[in-house]
């Protein structure tokens, strides 16, 4: 069974911090992807990655395929980056994608 | 802009009906999905449909149904069968069905929180 779990549960943060979020699965994996979820409740792709690293702004993914874990860090952390962060894995499955409970971070001005 | 667009935002249900939630995009994803959030949980899987007038069940089919007789629209019906409907609903798309090759993303609408009252 393909388990994804996720750390820390909770993160606040400083303004400019850096952050980093983790993400640890248990079934290898095509690719790995990382979500945002605003107080709203709409969800947005971050990044899908199989491998390295990406990078959008002042966004990074890495993953370690060898490992089975993936980090998402902020740099120059802001209010706005404020959001649940979620982590997902297709796990083998090739239809159904397993996802993280969430990480909540809130980010101080 | 192509999007997904999930309606209502908001539903009150008394116990005993069925509601059904909207789900419409015009992006000319061919696979579409429901997902259920709870507190403390991660996002699972109701049901999903890789092609038009075809669908499967996902992890918590029980007490919802779905169709798919148009490419762009992807109901969900929350029955009177469904114990503990009270959640926040998440229709989302990808351009093609299956995650298996890796490179697939998912496009979600802004969800729909179902109250059962």
């Known amino acids: 069974k393909n388990e994804v779990e996720q750390s820390p549960q909770n993160l606040t943060a400083q303004e400019g911090e850096f952050i980093t979020i983790n993400c640890s699965y248990s079934v290898g994996i095509s690719a790995l992807h990382w979500l945002q979820q605003h107080p709203g409740g709409g969800i947005v792709s971050l990044f899908m990655?199989?491998?390295g690293k990406k990078k959008h702004g002042r966004l990074i993914a890495t993953i370690n395929i060898q490992e089975k874990h993936s980090s998402l860090h902020i740099t120059a952390s802001h209010p706005r980056d404020s959001a649940v962060y979620i982590c997902?894995?297709?796990?083998?499955?090739?239809?159904?994608?397993?996802f993280g409970k969430g990480t909540l971070l809130t980010v101080n001005p | 802009d192509g999007g997904i667009t999930q309606s209502p935002k908001y539903l009150f249900r008394k116990e005993g009906q069925n509601v059904t939630l909207s789900c419409e995009q015009n992006l000319n994803h061919d696979a579409m999905y429901w997902y259920r959030q709870d507190p403390g949980q991660g996002l699972r899987l109701i049901y999903y449909?890789?092609?038009?007038?075809?669908?499967q069940k996902g992890d918590i089919a029980e007490g919802y149904s779905v169709s798919r007789e148009k490419k762009e629209s992807f109901p969900l019906t929350v029955t009177s069968a469904q114990k503990n409907p009270t959640a926040f609903y998440l229709c989302?798309?990808?351009?093609?069905?299956?995650f298996g090759s890796g490179a697939n993303v998912l496009t979600f609408g802004a969800g729909s929180r179902l109250t059962v009252l």
């Open positions: 990655l199989s491998s």
């Open positions: 449909s890789q092609i038009v007038n075809d669908f």
């Open positions: 997902a894995n297709s796990g083998g499955s090739n239809y159904k994608l397993t």
């Open positions: 989302a798309s990808s351009i093609r069905p299956g």
